[in-house]
């Protein structure tokens, strides 16, 4: 569950402004701000079933995305190959094998 | 004129899983292959201003997704930094150097 809710919090920081205003302030309150369903459902004068719905409907869109764009999987082997960096840089690695890891991160790209 | 085919075929490539498959038919024949609308147009036995129209909607659609995501212009941002880095390496730069353009390219994440 809290792995789940890590996923969709980085997601929702990738792909959010491809979502509509309503999805955004169902998703925030939800996941970043952790409201119940029911909290929501008061504050927008909807149903707990409407706000579920909405939410599911926007996790299946957040998924869809990262499966077409894949902007959270490259930045997750990003951040691998920073921190290899920095460690070669900071531990003075040969320049050769530096420069192996920038490669690597072009390729990325 | 060949700026805007060079940006649009940028466009295309962070962006075309986000597309129809008729969309990425005819902007891969009009922007990659060269093709005409003419052409285009008898191949799929459908109108020029019907190839016309799906082409501009099809930039304008690349254009939005740009403007939202701004993956071109972060690869843009990253591909700079990214040649500095290697140049700083190659020349023997101080650590404390090659360490802030490391930082800058984490930053743009």
Redesign the interface.
Known sequence: MLEKTLRMNYLYDF?Q??LTTKQRQYMELYFLDDWSLGEIAEEFEVSRQAVYDNIKRTESMLEEYEG??T?FSK?EE??IL?KK??TA??K?AT?ES??II?DS??RL?
């Open positions: 792909y402004s491809l077409k764009l902007l930045f990003r951040s920073m960096l920095k840089i900071e003075d320049k530096i420069l920038v991160l072009e790209d």
